[in-house]
């Protein structure tokens, strides 16, 4: 009995927590034959200044992008040798409705977004209801672990506030991951101390 291959788009973003969430996924959605999508839709570039010069910006954009998916690419092989891979590099908006039409055109059965101040996850769910029909497939939205040697500024909470309701994608914190698997480990090692 053959499985299904599974496409899990990845959304690539000049942020480290887009690199965490790549990485989380590599080692928790990720099975062998699935097809990885690593996903990056720059900004829309205006019309002013002209044609040329704008076509320049694009291309310059287009290959930063592409230059930034590749640096993705390099994790998923270090990680997976043999991963499928494909990178998709356009241009869009940042309420997130590109990447929304992308991720029901390509198919995908996972959406992983790294979480964080300026993610369009939060824009898109401040302007619909139930987010999570949009895109027809599971959302995975990883949060940066916080080290408890730096201070920084908390990210916002999607269980905070009236958008609760609307939120329909899974948040994971994976520091609290890590917490309970260090908890699970040392209460093994305990176990076997006589």
Partial sequence: MEMEVRRIVVVVEEVEVARTALEWALHNVLRYGDLVTLLHVFPATNNSGGKSRN??????????????????????????????????????????????????????????????????????????????????????????????LTTSRPTPSVSDGSTSSSMDFSQIDISTLRSISNYMEIKEKKKRMP
């Fill in 55 to 148: 076509r320049k910006k694009l291309r310059l954009l287009r290959l930063k992008g592409f230059q930034l998916a590749l640096s993705f690419k390099d994790i998923c092989i270090h990680s997976f040798p043999n991963t499928k891979i494909e990178i998709v590099v356009t241009e869009g908006d940042e309420e997130g409705g590109r990447i929304t039409d992308l991720v029901r055109q390509i198919g995908a059965s996972t959406l992983v977004v790294g979480l964080h101040d300026q993610s369009f996850l939060y824009r898109l769910a401040m302007g619909q209801k139930n987010i999570g029909n949009n895109f027809n497939c599971k959302v995975l939205a990883i949060k940066q672990p916080t080290s408890p």
